[in-house]
């Protein structure tokens, strides 16, 4: 599969990039950003071709990995979708649902696949864990916790000069990975509710369809020797939680390009592509909306 990187923020050059040139059965054919030069400097540190132009590199490949912001994102998927490209998408999809609509059905239209990179979804402990726990059901609660701390003082994350994360916050940064190990296990939701805590600290209460009901704690600005991670279920089958993460996104990715290799081999839809990441934005979306208005929202 020869495939393009759209984006040359710290994320592709630190994650998307290097796992594209090391990936085997994937030709690495070039870079495009919105930097020029940005795109000049990621594509020469891994031998491959800058295009200034969007759309030579999409007619020179089977398939995009992008890195982009998720304002961003939806319009060059499309486009990508349009010219017979598959799809590897970042969380969330869009910030919008119409955009996040759009992008569906771009690719129901010219028929690609798509795999959108929730990194736990793909994670070597965590993805078998997360199937085990949802064949095991009987689950009462879920709880899912994501307490980063990018703006926090004394950070040194690469993250925090990342524009549409101060905007949005951790409802739309980290709120999808929080939603991707829930859902799945759980069940869709169908009743939303988020109250706002510190800084850009979001609670979010979720009942499921199945009778379940789970909350969700995200935070961008959390102290750092107060962040973490965890997922906790409990019901008929006892306590249980997700296993930590020990091995990072670049060996998740990896994963991820092969869902993608074999959704775009078999035409079977990947259980993380972009109609559960048109899902993740509707959740999302009525989130902030029930932080606006106060109260639950129907989603």
Same mark, same amino acid.
């Given at each position: 599969?020869?495939?393009?990187?759209?984006?040359?923020?710290?994320?592709? $050059?630190?994650?998307?990039?290097?796992?594209?040139?090391?990936?085997?059965?994937?030709?690495?054919?070039?870079?495009?950003?919105?930097?020029?030069?940005?795109?000049?400097?990621?594509?020469?540190?891994?031998?491959?071709?800058?295009?200034?132009?969007?759309?030579?590199?999409?007619?020179?490949?089977?398939? #995009?990995?992008?890195?982009?912001?998720?304002? #961003?994102?939806?319009?060059?998927?499309?486009?990508?979708?349009?010219?017979?490209?598959?799809?590897?998408?970042?969380?969330?999809?869009?910030?919008?649902?119409?955009?996040?609509?759009?992008?569906?059905?771009?690719?129901?239209?010219?028929?690609?696949?798509?795999?959108?990179?929730?990194?736990?979804?793909?994670?070597?402990?965590?993805?078998?864990?997360?199937?085990?726990?949802?064949?095991?059901?009987?689950?009462?609660?879920?709880?899912?916790?994501?307490?980063?701390?990018?703006?926090?003082?004394?950070?040194?994350?690469?993250?925090?000069?990342?524009?549409?994360?101060? $905007?949005?916050?951790?409802?739309?940064?980290?709120?999808?990975?929080?939603?991707?190990?829930?859902?799945?296990?759980?069940?869709?939701?169908?009743? #939303?509710?988020?109250?706002?805590?510190?800084?850009?600290?979001?609670?979010?209460?979720?009942?499921?369809?199945?009778?379940?009901?789970?909350?969700?704690?995200?935070?961008?600005?959390?102290?750092?020797?107060?962040?973490?991670?965890?997922? $906790?279920?409990?019901?008929?089958?006892?306590?249980?939680?997700?296993?930590?993460?020990? $091995?990072?996104?670049?060996?998740?990715?990896?994963?991820?390009?092969?869902?993608?290799?074999?959704?775009?081999?078999?035409?079977?839809?990947?259980?993380?592509?972009?109609?559960?990441?048109?899902?993740?934005?509707?959740?999302?979306?009525?989130?902030?909306?029930?932080?606006?208005?106060?109260?639950?929202?129907?989603?």
């Amino acid at each position: 599969m020869r495939i393009g990187l759209l984006g040359t923020g710290p994320w592709a $050059e630190r994650v998307h990039a290097p796992v594209l040139a090391e990936h085997p059965g994937i030709e690495f054919t070039g870079v495009w950003g919105r930097r020029p030069e940005a795109a000049a400097a990621l594509a020469d540190a891994h031998g491959v071709r800058a295009y200034q132009d969007v759309d030579e590199l999409l007619a020179a490949v089977d398939a #995009v990995s992008i890195a982009l912001p998720p304002a #961003v994102q939806p319009d060059l998927a499309v486009r990508a979708a349009e010219a017979g490209c598959h799809l590897l998408l970042d969380k969330p999809v869009a910030l919008t649902v119409p955009d996040a609509r759009r992008l569906v059905e771009a690719t129901a239209r010219h028929k690609v696949a798509s795999v959108v990179f929730f990194t736990v979804r793909f994670g070597g402990e965590q993805a078998p864990w997360l199937a085990e726990q949802a064949a095991v059901g009987g689950w009462f609660t879920g709880r899912s916790d994501w307490l980063g701390s990018v703006f926090a003082p004394g950070s040194d994350s690469p993250y925090a000069a990342s524009p549409w994360r101060e $905007e949005k916050g951790a409802l739309w940064d980290v709120g999808p990975h929080a939603l991707s190990v829930l859902l799945p296990v759980l069940g869709d939701a169908n009743l #939303v509710t988020a109250v706002g805590g510190p800084r850009d600290t979001v609670h979010v209460v979720l009942r499921h369809e199945g009778g379940a009901s789970s909350t969700l704690a995200l935070s961008l600005t959390a102290p750092v020797e107060a962040g973490g991670t965890g997922m $906790e279920l409990r019901g008929s089958a006892g306590v249980v939680h997700l296993p930590e993460r020990g $091995e990072g996104p670049v060996r998740a990715l990896h994963r991820a390009l092969d869902a993608l290799r074999e959704s775009a081999r078999t035409g079977e839809p990947h259980p993380c592509d972009v109609s559960f990441g048109l899902r993740v934005v509707e959740i999302l979306a009525g989130a902030e909306r029930s932080l606006a208005e106060g109260g639950p929202v129907a989603v």
